[in-house]
């Protein structure tokens, strides 16, 4: 008779490597949620692989006690493929930055999502480069000060929810760094996706770029600046919930009104919808609320299914090699 498997704990997901990020850093909070999450996914631990670049977060692996990779810089997209396409059993996970997904590796991320590789992509967005003392990244907003613009960066920041949705991403979401609960619920939504899922964590950096997320994340201020979005339900944010979104019809454009007396016209989430993924994605600043939650969900084979079948499909055919080398252009040389 087959003994039970043991029940795994927090502590069975926790390696014995002392923890090194910089006090106060988002990511501590990111990784003891990662690692309350891992036994209520109902995988065994040994299918468990963790995969990062090169950066603060990618030091991610090292904090698991599980399988993992820490790569070379931006590419842990393409070896996450490779492990995932070698072994489909396993439940591959991608640890990466800013910086790394979306600066050097950003044409590795773009076809990742492309081809909608079954992986969960965790991309910590502090909006600076941590690692290499605080130069301004891809994502860091016009004027911020650093090492590498003292005088303020001058470059538009990208968005990685919107630069995902371009990419043909079909699991897209949103979530902070603090809030467990919320975490905890967008990244087992992500595991239970079939293909590529895409989760946006925004994350403190105490060091080169504290505060920067402070709007969302201050319980006294954040019900006016972040509308948390659910399936079927209208956006309404603040304190009372007592603002709510609209699109207006003439110049489809999105639009922050009273709730009261605007029930029938506020925006209603609909995770299936790409272009009000696109609007809602792109909301922030002082004038609008950022969105957290599953912004967009699309139903597709993976690219590790489609790469099975023709496989399949190829060994059933039972052709000859030979016939297949000299097929196609080829010719004779007198």
Known sequence: MNQALPT?????????????????????AILKTIQKLMPDLDTPKENQVFVSGIGCSSRFPYYMNTFGFHTIHGRAPAIATG????????????ITGDGDGFSIGGNHMMHVLRRNVDLQILLFNNEIYGLTKGQYSPTSQIGT??????????DSPLSPCIVALGSGSTFIARSIDTEAKHLTQVVKRGHDHRGASFIEILQNCPIYNDGIFEQVKDKKIAPDFRVEVAQGEPLKFGKDQEKGIVLNRDSLQLEVVAAEGNEDKLLVHDESNKIQAQLI????????PVAVGVIYREEKTSFIEDVQAQVETARSSKGSLEKLLNSGHTWEVD
């Open 8 to 28: 795994l704990t927090l502590k069975d997901f926790a390696s014995d490597q002392e923890v090194r990020w910089c006090p106060g850093c988002g990511d501590y």
């Open 145 to 154: 000060r650093s090492p590498s613009s003292p005088t303020g960066s001058i």
């Open 281 to 288: 994605a792109a909301m922030g600043g002082p004038d609008f």
């Open 83 to 94: 492990v995932k396409l070698a072994n489909p059993e396993l439940d591959v996970w991608v």
